[in-house]
C-alpha cells in the first residue's frame, strides 16, 4: 500500500510568504503611486524646466504668460511664468592635463522655463491632470509656434517643498 505523505508548514514557510506578500505590496505602490495615494488636494504649483543645447534665439519664441502642453495627449496645460537661458556647457577632457574643463558652446542655450499650473497635491504624488511632476522628470512643452521638452529641475507646492 502507499502511504500518503502529510504536508507540513513549519515557521520558515510562513516568514517565506509573508516576505513574498510583503515585496508584491512594495512594488505595487512604486509602481502605481497614484492608485495607493489618498486624494489629495487641488492646489497651484510651480516648477521649472530645464531645456539643454537649443539654438540662440529658440528662447524668444517663449513668453511669459503662454499657455502651454505639460503632456503629449494635450490634456494637461500650465502657463509660462518665466523665462531666462543661458548659455549651454559641455563638459571636455583635456589629455594634456589631465582635467575636465567646462566650455560653451557656440550657438546654443540652455533654457529655463518656469510654469504655473493646478495640480493635486497628495502624500505620494503631485499631478496636473493625469501628468506626474517629479524633480528629475522628463516634460514636455508645447506653446504656440514651438515644442520642446526639458527635465524638472525645481518644484514649488504650497507648503514650498
Known amino acids: 500500500m502507499k502511504q500518503q505523505q502529510?504536508?507540513?508548514?513549519?515557521?520558515?514557510?510562513?516568514?517565506?510568504?509573508l516576505v513574498v506578500i510583503a515585496a508584491?505590496?512594495?512594488g505595487?505602490?512604486?509602481?502605481?503611486?497614484?492608485?495607493?495615494s489618498k486624494g489629495g488636494e487641488q492646489s497651484t504649483v510651480e516648477f521649472t524646466v530645464m531645456v539643454t543645447g537649443k539654438d540662440e534665439g529658440f528662447s524668444q519664441m517663449?513668453?511669459?504668460?503662454?499657455?502651454?502642453?505639460?503632456?503629449?495627449?494635450?490634456?494637461?496645460?500650465?502657463?509660462v511664468t518665466n523665462v531666462r537661458t543661458e548659455p549651454a556647457t559641455t563638459m571636455t577632457y583635456d589629455s594634456i592635463d589631465g582635467q575636465y574643463n567646462i566650455a560653451n558652446v557656440e550657438?546654443?542655450?540652455?533654457?529655463?522655463?518656469?510654469?504655473?499650473?493646478?495640480?493635486?497635491v497628495s502624500d505620494l504624488v503631485v499631478k496636473t491632470g493625469e501628468t506626474a511632476v517629479k524633480v528629475?522628470?522628463?516634460m514636455p512643452i508645447r506653446g504656440k509656434g514651438y515644442v520642446t521638452s526639458?527635465?524638472?529641475?525645481?518644484m514649488n507646492t504650497p507648503e514650498g517643498n
Request: aromatic share 10%; proline share 2%; no cysteine.
Open 28 to 36: 505595487a505602490v512604486k509602481i502605481f503611486p497614484g492608485l495607493f
Open 107 to 120: 550657438g546654443q542655450e540652455d533654457i529655463y522655463i518656469t510654469v504655473q499650473a493646478d495640480a493635486v
Open 150 to 154: 526639458g527635465f524638472v529641475v525645481s
Open 6 to 17: 502529510r504536508v507540513r508548514f513549519t515557521i520558515i514557510d510562513l516568514l517565506i510568504i
Open 24 to 26: 508584491i505590496i512594495f
Open 136 to 138: 528629475g522628470k522628463e
Open 62 to 79: 517663449i513668453h511669459t504668460g503662454d499657455v502651454v502642453s505639460l503632456s503629449y495627449e494635450e490634456k494637461d496645460s500650465g502657463v
